[in-house]
């Protein structure tokens, strides 16, 4: 039963005032990658990069493979690699790769990077990244090859740039932190999600402690700078008890960063085949268990930069000093990667079933060409304010509104005065971030997965609606 005078429920109203479930989804890229669609005219790589700056791009490698599908993952990943479909795979990510280089080579303008002046010095990376999946179900030597990959066929220098890379306790052996380390790897992050096995059964994500624990003093002994642990909330049948339990065997560790992630149960997966508590329950139980979270972490000394994440003062940044996510390019490389351009996000089918993302994989081993782009969005002058505003806002610091002037000549209460004005109303504004700044309450902070869908245009909203699941 649901109280319209209460605050704190997520089905109450004040006064006229609806109040959104907090949990209404995680909103890590805009516009999501259900939006996509195949794209008719397949345009050229080289056309599409032709007039974008690539001085500070992003490059991201997607491997997607998994010893285990999580029982809460909807990402884009297949439990084994069977048949050397692992060399298979790499096979195409460096065809994928000389394609990609050619096309960013084109056209650029020479001189405008440090060396000899050749057109290969306009490109530059800013920031690296191997996701997935799980990157480390390579084998070492395979890490090796996907290290060549990014910096022999793409040009990133992954000793000088922060490079963040994903394993997992059973992958993260020393010998492929060994050489993830060697080739300039910055940041681990490992998907721990709870210390309690009971929890990690409930998650369809066994594991032992003692098997977490020891990946996590082979990643210390690697002496990589960033260690990020990824802990889940929300499990059935945790509590504050079990949480704080989680939480306080992280910081054992003294990570650099802490990711607290809500739970979801998502279409496909095998949590969201099973039975759940009412949303209302569930979603003040996460509200809770997040909220006790934040608190013992910012008791602990760590600063949060947004709902998820937490970080030690003082601790390396994940992303380069000039690397802005609303402006600069995106090259990713993988069937599950996204690539952004200015006026075009793309990439690669998409599923989250076994059969069909098997399907996906198998016939991205065997592409030759990769010139051109296949699925994607484009993205007009109101997606690219939406999008600038969404990943903006959703970080603790807030918008400088004088930023989103010089982008776009507007200011973002004239282009969102109706969404403004109730995040304002439902008091998830700061009102005393001060004149020029934008920035969210910490109760703003804390119903981040309700704010970020409610910027999402009604286009792609329709065209989110309308895919077909698979």
Same mark, same amino acid.
């Given at each position: 039963m649901t109280d319209p005078n209460d605050p704190t429920d997520p089905n109450s109203t004040t006064g006229t005032l609806t109040r959104p479930r907090p949990y209404e989804s995680y909103v890590y890229a805009y516009p999501h990658k259900t939006a996509y669609r195949p794209l008719a005219d397949r345009p050229?790589?080289?056309?599409?990069?032709?007039?974008?700056?690539?001085?500070?791009?992003?490059?991201?490698?997607?491997?997607?493979?998994?010893e285990v599908r999580c029982g809460f993952c909807n990402l884009f990943t297949r439990i084994g690699a069977p048949d050397e479909l692992t060399t298979r795979y790499l096979d195409a990510l460096d065809r994928q790769a000389t394609a990609v280089a050619d096309a960013l080579h084109t056209n650029t303008v020479p001189g405008t990077g440090t060396g000899t002046g050749t057109e290969a010095d306009s490109v530059r990376f800013a920031a690296a990244a191997f996701g997935g999946g799980t990157p480390t179900f390579l084998t070492a030597g395979e890490l090796e090859r996907l290290c060549d990959i990014a910096e022999k066929r793409m040009g990133a220098d992954l000793r000088a740039?922060? /490079?963040?890379?994903?394993?997992?306790?059973? @992958?993260?052996?020393?010998? !492929? =932190? %060994?050489?993830? $380390?060697?080739?300039?790897?910055t940041r681990l992050s490992i998907g721990v999600q709870s210390f309690v096995e009971e929890e990690a059964k409930a998650a369809v994500r066994p594991q032992r402690r003692s098997d977490v624990e020891a990946a996590l003093g082979r990643i210390r002994d690697a002496r990589i700078p960033v260690l990020n642990i990824d /802990?889940?909330?929300?499990?059935?049948?945790? @509590?504050?008890?079990?949480? !704080? =339990? %989680?939480?306080? $065997?992280?910081?054992a560790w003294r990570p650099e960063e802490l990711y607290l992630y809500p739970l979801y149960a998502r279409p496909l997966t095998p949590l969201g085949r099973r039975a759940h508590p009412s949303e209302a329950g569930w979603d003040a139980q996460r509200l809770e268990l997040y909220r006790q979270g934040r608190d013992h972490l910012l008791a602990q000394g760590y600063?949060?930069?947004?709902?998820?994440m937490f970080r030690l003062p003082g601790a390396p940044r994940e992303g380069a000093d000039d690397y802005a996510c609303q402006t600069d390019g995106m090259i990713g490389l993988g069937c599950g990667a996204r690539s952004y351009t200015s006026d075009l996000h793309y990439s690669f089918d998409y599923a989250v079933g076994m059969r069909e993302i098997r399907t996906i994989i198998d016939a991205y081993t065997v592409t030759e060409d990769f010139s051109r782009a296949e699925v994607g969005r484009a993205v007009d002058a109101d997606e690219a304010r939406r999008r600038h505003l969404l990943q903006s806002l959703l970080q603790a610091e807030g918008m400088a509104v004088a930023d989103y002037r010089e982008r776009f000549g507007s200011r973002p209460e004239d282009d969102f005065p109706a969404e403004l004005d109730?995040?304002?109303?439902?008091?998830?504004?700061?009102?005393?971030?001060?004149?020029?700044?934008?920035?969210?309450?910490?109760?703003?902070?804390?119903?981040?997965?309700?704010?970020?869908?409610?910027?999402?245009?009604?286009?792609?909203?329709?065209?989110m609606a309308s895919y077909e699941l698979k």
């Open positions: 050229a790589l080289s056309a599409l990069w032709a007039g974008e700056r690539k001085d500070a791009l992003s490059l991201y490698l997607h491997i997607p493979f998994c740039v922060p /490079l963040s890379v994903e394993t997992s306790p059973s @992958t993260a052996t020393a010998d !492929r =932190l %060994s050489v993830l $380390a060697d080739r300039g790897a /802990l889940i909330y929300g499990i059935d049948g945790q @509590t504050p008890r079990s949480w !704080r =339990l %989680s939480l306080d $065997a992280a910081l600063e949060q930069v947004s709902m998820r109730r995040f304002a109303d439902l008091g998830w504004l700061d009102a005393d971030a001060g004149p020029g700044l934008l920035r969210l309450s910490p109760e703003g902070l804390a119903h981040s997965d309700a704010l970020g869908p409610a910027l999402f245009s009604p286009a792609v909203r329709a065209a």
